[in-house]
Each structure stands twice: as C-alpha cells, then as structure tokens.
C-alpha cells in the first residue's frame, strides 16, 4: 500500500497535469481547430476521450 505522502504527490502530480491538458484544450479556439480536435478524438473510444469531453464541456465547448 502507498504511502499517504506518496499518495499525496500522485494527487498532486494529476491535478497538475489534469489543470495543464485544461490549459491546452482551451487553446482549441478556431473553427478550424475544433474540427482538428473532434477528429482526432473520434479515433478513440468513449472511454479515452472521457475526460477531455468532461473538460471540453466544462469549457462551454
């Protein structure tokens, strides 16, 4: 079993780059890079793509 500090660095490490991939998905602004996005994302499952849609809806995307 992890240790509770190390358990706290990998909580930390993941809202880290979870507030970083946020950043970059927020970068998507134009029309023509929003189509870029969904179509890469439809080349992949619902499930690896579930938390850049929850991101993406959060963004008002």
Do not use: P, V, Y
Request: charged share 35%.
């Amino acid at each position: 079993m992890q240790s509770f500090r190390a358990l706290l660095a990998d909580r930390r490490a993941a809202r880290r780059a979870h507030r970083q991939l946020s950043e970059e998905l927020a970068a998507f602004r134009t029309a023509a890079e929003r189509a870029e996005l969904d179509a890469i994302l439809g080349r992949h499952t619902a499930d690896e793509t579930r938390e850049i849609h929850a991101i993406l809806n959060r963004l008002g995307s």
